[in-house]
Nanobody, 118 residues
Framework: QVQLVESGGGLVQAGGSLRLSCAAS????????MGWFRQAPGKNREFVAY????????HYADSVKGRFTISRDNAKNTVYLQMNSLKPEDTAVYFC???????????WGQGTQVTVSS
């Protein structure tokens, strides 16, 4: 089992940048593919970005492609989401996700609020 704690959210003006971090503890961090999801008020949780356990593969939602970058440091048990050129529609609670590559079980952090003002 893994525990996830997100940080780095906050209030930023449109066009600005933020970097989210997700620190993992518990089982070996490289046992998990990692992802970021977000949920805006009144909307379903949606996929944002994915990175494989080795860091060799990444995928992004079309809405963030070219603006957001996911990365991981397995030595620090941390996954990052660098968010540039932020837009008001990026406002949401951002959740870190870990998927165990062995049994495909999902784990979630508690979320961090990102608010982009226009």
């Amino acid at each position: 089992q893994v525990q996830l704690v997100e940080s780095g959210g906050g209030l930023v003006q449109a066009g600005g940048s933020l970097r989210l971090s997700c620190a993992a503890s518990g089982r070996t961090f490289s046992s998990y593919d990692m992802g970021w999801f977000r949920q805006a008020p009144g909307k379903n949780r949606e996929f944002v970005a994915y990175i494989s356990w080795s860091g060799g593969s990444t995928h992004y939602a079309d809405s963030v492609k070219g603006r957001f970058t996911i990365s991981r440091d397995n030595a620090k048990n941390t996954v990052y989401l660098q968010m540039n050129s932020l837009k008001p529609e990026d406002t949401a609670v951002y959740f870190c996700n870990a998927r165990d590559v062995a049994d495909l079980r999902d784990y979630w952090g508690q979320g961090t609020q990102v608010t982009v003002s226009s």
